[in-house]
């Protein structure tokens, strides 16, 4: 395990504190005021590592992404690609339970509030949609040959199909606080995939 130094920790901290902030308001509503008020770091700190606002966004989404794609390493587990896929999906439901559907997803946000105004993060966030893509299209097409999941649509257009009903879903549970929103979304996927 890498042992950070001060400097190190002091910037995992703003980022982590700048994420609580980011996700609950938005980039555009979350002041540099805000975030040294939260971590107690000085202006001057702040600039040292981080250039801008915009940098210390972008850090964010950079750490959120490795976050997510270590879940989705352990929610991806099962006998079958089937059971992967839908250990997913029971995964994914009981993260946003536990966040009480504050915040929704990151990168949700991050591509409706930011995807026309700024190209480097509409290019992360198209890239962390692609890749949590590719890992579904490759189990889909497993599940699709082992005959546990409907082969007549193609698995890269399902992949698409279900990371777009799931982020509705999430925003959908995020605006009514109910986790049956999410659920029955996730029921519908599944009832809608399975042979």
Excluded at 19 to 24: D, G, N, Q, S
Excluded at 140 to 167: F, R
């Amino acid at each position: 395990m890498t042992v950070q130094t001060k400097g190190e920790k002091t910037r995992t901290r703003v980022i982590r504190e700048a994420r609580k902030l980011i996700v609950e308001k938005g980039f555009k509503n979350t002041s540099i005021n805000e975030i040294i008020a939260v971590t107690g770091v000085k202006k001057g700190a702040m600039y040292f590592h981080f250039a801008n606002k915009e940098e210390l966004g972008f850090s964010v989404l950079l750490d959120a992404k490795k976050e997510f794609f270590n879940f989705l390493e352990v929610s991806f587990v099962g006998e079958s690609p089937y059971e992967k896929i839908d250990h997913f999906f029971l995964s994914l439901l009981k993260q946003q339970q536990n966040a009480h559907f504050v915040g929704g997803c990151l990168f949700g946000n991050t591509a409706l509030e930011m995807s026309d105004s700024n190209e480097r993060y509409a290019n992360l966030i198209k890239e962390i949609f692609s890749d949590w893509t590719n890992i579904l299209t490759r189990l889909l097409k497993e599940a699709q040959l082992g005959g546990q999941v409907i082969g007549t649509i193609d698995a890269e257009s399902l992949a698409h199909t279900i990371v777009a009903a799931l982020e509705g879903g999430i925003m959908m549970a995020r605006v009514s606080k109910k986790s049956s929103n999410l659920a029955d979304c996730i029921g519908v996927i599944r009832s809608l995939i399975t042979v």
